[in-house]
């Protein structure tokens, strides 16, 4: 099975000693004193007149209180924070390779969801903040693990934008999650000999699911929370430095708007984005990367990386893998909808991460990974299940991993005539019963944070996909398919939407089914096919 090597945990970062666990609880919402004046009347009248002990009605829209300090996520409390939502990131930072340092700003672009009188923005507590502006005015602000607490001097009311700008600097590491299955954030590569000078593999990126951003902005980092972004990286591009090749590149998602050379060997790239993205499938690569281009592919553009040399610059031959992307983007066109982006990409990291990352319109690839065809497609998929349609909240993981490995089997479905997707799901169920019965440890519709990318979420995830179309047969089963995409796409989902849209499609009850899928313990007997 092509995703066998690709579940591999990574192990252990580069920096992950940065990683520092442990967070202060903290009460998630309290008054804000200053704001509201409770009717208090006159002690005299408090005898004669009992009435006078009824409180005046509220008006709701006087109160201001904090924001809370996380969304509420089941799994990780502390991902993302409450009472706005984030319109747009503009980042603009400077990152200098000699001393692994990133300093610069970053603007949040929001609009308020409740009144507020504070509101928290999460980033690693290494990356020190120097200031923060709300609306142009300083505003106050304390640090209390990964979380920023802002105080603004004036109150924010439900419902306004506002602009947020964070100094800050900092050596940028690993994400600060409780409960973390794996590593996220940002990476180094360091040279292990002293006479590389040349230290081609000298390179930085960024990745993590559920979080890599807060390790190196300020972001309400949760993909409830979708937003727009612009980041300008500057390098100080010096021949003279270990690690500063003026060849090197810089990467990230979306489009190169400008790349500006200034005289002091400064190196800008500005990247613009054109579709909301939650903040984990952002990823970025500095270092000796070469672009491919391809062929558009109708309106998609194709745009690929990789990290070269030594990686051979024909790795995107299809003979080379043997892998076709003309043949997924038909493939999944034909039973998802049109592809939901107008960009495409691989990035490959010269390195064996032993995963890839469905980061949105540039998946990222470790070298191994990325030599695996199931691999491409997988992630190909995500960018409809997962990146177009987002996750709620994480405990609905099955949502993106289900469907995304369930999608290899109906690509090989589609290209291969000979191929009996039947008996390959029952393969499925045989391959797992000689491995301890994984798939009968973790129900994948809840499987907890540890488990969050555990092999039952991927394939009794897929399971659950392949005894849905067996239940309720294959034409309404891809109608349903395409209706979810159709309705949800751009939106956050939870199960119970995907549920909905089956019933409403078949007409069928299926809450006993799912339930027996998704919750227990115990995985259901795969039916046998119908036709
Ligand atoms: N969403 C990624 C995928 O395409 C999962 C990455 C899991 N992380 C890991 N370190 N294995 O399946
Ligand atoms: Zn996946």
């Known amino acids: 099975m092509s995703t066998g090597k690709y579940l591999t945990p990574i192990v252990g970062g580069l920096l992950s000693s940065l990683l520092v666990l442990g967070c202060g609880e903290e009460t998630r919402t309290s008054p804000d004193e200053t704001q509201t004046t409770p009717y208090s009347p006159p002690s005299e009248q408090l005898e004669e007149d009992p009435a006078a002990l009824t409180p005046e009605p509220t008006d709701a829209s006087s109160i201001f209180l904090a924001g809370s300090k996380g969304v509420g996520d089941p799994y990780f409390p502390n991902l993302g924070n409450g009472g706005y939502d984030v319109t747009r990131y503009l980042i603009q930072v400077t990152w200098t390779p000699s001393s692994l340092t990133l300093r610069g700003s970053t603007t949040i672009e929001a609009e308020t969801t409740d009144n ?277 909240n994480w405990s609905e993981i099955w949502l993106n991993e289900g469907f995304a490995t369930y999608s290899q089997f109906l690509y090989e479905e589609a290209v291969n005539p000979d191929y009996d997707i039947y008996y390959a799901m029952r393969n499925v169920v045989s391959a797992f019963e000689d491995e301890e019965q994984l798939l009968n440890k973790v129900p994948p519709g809840d499987p907890g944070p540890e488990d969050l990318f555990s092999a039952s979420v991927y394939f009794r995830g897929a399971l659950t996909l392949h005894a849905l179309r067996i239940e309720i047969g294959d034409e309404v089963f891809f109608a349903s398919l395409r209706k979810y995409v159709e309705d949800f796409g751009g939106k956050n989902v939870t199960t119970s939407d995907f549920i909905e849209t089956v019933e409403g499609v078949s007409g069928e009850d299926l809450e006993d089914f799912f339930n027996r899928w998704l919750y227990d313990l115990e995985m259901p007997t795969l039916p046998l096919a119908s036709n």
């Open 116 to 392: 507020l009188s504070s509101f928290n923005v999460d980033l690693n507590p290494n990356m020190h903040v120097s200031s923060v502006t709300v609306n142009g005015d300083a505003a106050d602000f304390t640090r209390e693990s990964s979380e920023i607490i802002v105080k603004p001097v004036s109150n924010l009311p439900a419902g306004s934008e506002f602009q947020a700008r964070f100094t800050y600097n900092g050596e940028p590491g690993m994400s600060l999650l409780e409960n973390a299955p794996f590593d996220g954030g940002w990476f180094n590569q360091l040279s292990d000999t002293a006479e590389d000078f040349s230290c081609s593999s000298c390179g930085t990126y960024v990745y993590g699911e559920p979080s890599s951003s807060m390790a190196w902005h300020p972001v309400n980092d949760h993909p409830s929370d979708r937003a727009q972004f612009r980041i300008e990286m500057s390098v100080k591009m010096d021949p003279s430095q270990l690690w500063n090749n003026p060849d090197w590149e810089f990467v990230t998602n979306g489009f190169l708007i400008d790349k500006r050379k200034a005289e002091n060997g400064m190196t800008t790239w500005i990247y613009e984005t054109k579709y909301p993205r939650a903040p984990y499938l952002t990823t970025l690569a500095f270092g000796s990367f070469v672009e491919f281009e391809e062929a558009n592919l109708g309106d998609v553009q194709l745009r690929h990386w990789a990290q070269s040399p030594p990686l051979p610059v024909d790795i995107f031959e299809v003979d080379f893998f043997g892998f076709d992307y003309r043949s997924m983007f038909e493939v999944f066109t034909d039973l998802f909808g049109p592809y939901p982006f107008d960009t495409y990409g691989y990035l490959v990291i010269n390195e064996d991460l032993g995963l890839a990352l469905e980061t949105q319109t540039l998946s990222i690839f470790g070298y191994d990974a990325f030599q695996q065809p199931g691999v491409h497609v997988h992630e190909l998929a995500h960018q409809w299940f997962g990146n177009h349609i987002t996750l709620d």
